[in-house]
């Protein structure tokens, strides 16, 4: 079986003062807190939600 494609993202701003569904997309993700990476299945709906909030989070690596 093929390996998985994954994506990892990382919260380089604060969800202060944002709109509360650009905060409730960041916890979609797995991320509160600034600097933080969280691993996730490289899907059309994770590229969506990061497309959604890129002056919130960005792509750090992507594995096969």
């Known amino acids: 079986m093929a390996a998985k494609k994954t ?3 990382e919260q380089i701003a604060s ?7 650009q905060t409730q ?6 991320l509160n807190k600034l ?3 969280s691993t996730l299945e490289d899907t ?6 990061i497309n959604s909030i890129p ?8 594995k096969a």
């Open 7 to 9: 994506i990892t993202v």
């Open 15 to 21: 969800a202060n003062r944002r709109p509360a569904k």
């Open 25 to 30: 997309t960041l916890i979609g993700l797995g």
């Open 35 to 37: 600097h933080r990476r």
């Open 44 to 49: 059309p709906a994770v590229r969506g939600m």
């Open 55 to 62: 002056h919130l989070v960005r792509v750090v690596g992507e």
